[in-house]
């Protein structure tokens, strides 16, 4: 399946993305650093049964990258606004890292655009070290590369566990034709005020939310640990959690099959329901 480029120019920021599929409308939003191209793999595999959509987030790909605007409140405006505009809501939200906090935070504001979420390893009570962490390979992400060769070297120390053919994908869509180079797209002022923005803390937004949600966890997280994953599950138990098998923190890369999988679950549940 070819998935076709897509852009939006919504009230305040354009938002450009990949999108494929007919049917009920799904928005994929990618983690910190990373766009719209790392879900192709699950686009083609929701296409048959979804209208899907990946969007570069603010600040990220070829989307906006304002001066400020960072927070949760501002990236989950993106989506209500993206969802309006759309006219084809209430939508299932599935996000990843960055992207799970920002649909929840989404699902708790605008219910009635939101028909569910999938939060993919990200969740409240994540440590601080881990945060100081991320932010770390955050900014040494800011530099420029000779070639192509050069960023998949890089990208592939960075993700030890990513398959080549997702390595590729960040490669060719991730960077942009500098003068000395190759350069992230994802704005680096934008991204340190994202990674700080992440620190926010997440427990109200999990405690209140009533759309249904599903929480997913790569079962080798280095993001969620399992102290993380178990509180976070004693919050809410009523919401369904799984953890993936053989998956490190990116796991629509790494096993997009059992993402979908799992999607394909949830929805049939939320289906079920009305």
Known sequence: MQCEAVRFDLPGITLTGIAGGSGPLALLFHGITANSWVFQPVIERLSGQFRALSLDQRGHGGSGKPAGGYAGE??????????????GGPALLIGHSLGARNALIAGVRYPELVAGVVAIDFTPFIEQRVFDDLQARVNGGDRVFDDVAAVKTYLADRYKRLPPDAIDRRARHGYASVSAGLAPL????????????LREDLEP???????P??????ADSALVSP??????????????AVEIKAADHY???????????????????????K
Not at 186 to 196: F, G, L, N, Q, Y
Not at 227 to 240: E, K
Not at 258 to 264: G, L, P, T
């Open 74 to 87: 501002d990236f989950a405006a993106d989506i209500a606004a993206l969802v309006r505009h759309l006219d």
């Open 186 to 197: 994802a704005d680096p002022k934008a991204m340190s005020m994202t990674a700080e923005g």
């Open 205 to 211: 937004a999990l405690k209140a939310i009533q759309v």
């Open 213 to 218: 949600v599903l929480l997913m966890r790569g």
């Open 227 to 240: 102290a993380a994953w178990s509180r976070s599950r004693a919050l809410r138990p009523d919401i369904p």
């Open 251 to 273: 796991v629509p890369e790494e096993v997009p099959e059992a993402v979908v999988a799992e999607i394909d679950r949830f929805w049939n549940s939320i289906r079920r329901q």
